[in-house]
Every structure is written in structure tokens, then in C-alpha cells.
């Protein structure tokens, strides 16, 4: 049986990854791992938002490729990062990560941000 510390510290590890979360009350959540409190063990999972007609969620990966395949057919410069390049790291000022969705985007410069936001609308 492992100690309750070395359990922590391989949730640690996972940080990133994409999971099936089993809980106690018996309900299961999938999600990439955000964070994983070191003390208590209690993770945060980002899940993945529907996209399309209610009811139809397209896979994150599928997500992932078509945002890439559109920066692409736009020569926009980008490069993919984290965990198994999970991240996109556009033009090098604009970050967005899974779920791929508006909140997931990070960026200073504005112009950039709005533009990229619209592209996101249209994948």
C-alpha cells in the first residue's frame, strides 16, 4: 500500500495528462490535469467544453489539428509545446492550451488575441 505523500507525489506527475477520474460518490469526470494540490492531494481537471450541436463533442485532439491546419493555411507562425505539444504558442506571444476554447488563450498583445479568438470561432 503506498503512503498518502507518495500517492501526491505521482498525481504530480500527471499534471498535463488526460485522465478518467473515478470518485467516491461513483461519478466519473474526464479532463486534463491542471493542477494537483501538493498538500492535499486534490486535483483540478480543465474538461473539455461541447463543441457543435448540443450533444456532439469533438475530440480534443481532432480540436488541436484543425486550430493547427488553420494557422497553417494562414502562414501564421505557431509552435507546439507542453506535455506531448498539447500547447500552442503562436507567433510567439499568444498561448492557448486544452480545452482550446476562448479562456483558454493567453496573450498582451491585443490585435493578436482578437484575431486569434476569431480563428477559434471559426474552427
Known amino acids: 500500500m503506498q503512503s498518502p505523500s ?4 505521482g498525481l ?3 499534471t ?3 485522465i478518467t477520474a ?3 460518490d461513483g461519478s466519473v469526470h474526464l479532463g486534463f490535469v491542471h493542477a ?4 492535499t492531494g486534490n486535483v483540478v481537471l480543465l474538461r473539455p467544453e461541447p463543441a457543435g450541436p448540443p450533444g456532439a ?15 497553417r493555411r494562414q502562414r501564421i507562425p505557431f509552435q507546439l509545446e507542453g506535455c506531448g505539444g498539447e500547447d500552442l504558442l503562436v507567433l510567439g506571444c499568444l498561448r492557448c492550451v486544452p480545452p482550446y ?7 498582451e498583445n491585443e490585435i493578436v ?3 486569434f479568438t476569431e480563428l477559434l470561432a471559426g474552427v
Request: aromatic share 2%.
Open 101 to 107: 476554447n476562448a479562456r483558454a488563450v493567453s496573450c
Open 22 to 24: 473515478h470518485l467516491i
Open 57 to 71: 463533442v469533438l475530440p480534443m485532439v481532432l480540436l488541436h489539428d484543425a486550430i493547427a491546419e488553420a494557422l
Open 6 to 9: 507518495s500517492s501526491r507525489q
Open 113 to 115: 488575441l482578437s484575431r
Open 36 to 39: 494537483v494540490d501538493p498538500e
Open 16 to 18: 498535463g495528462a488526460w
Open 12 to 14: 504530480l506527475g500527471l
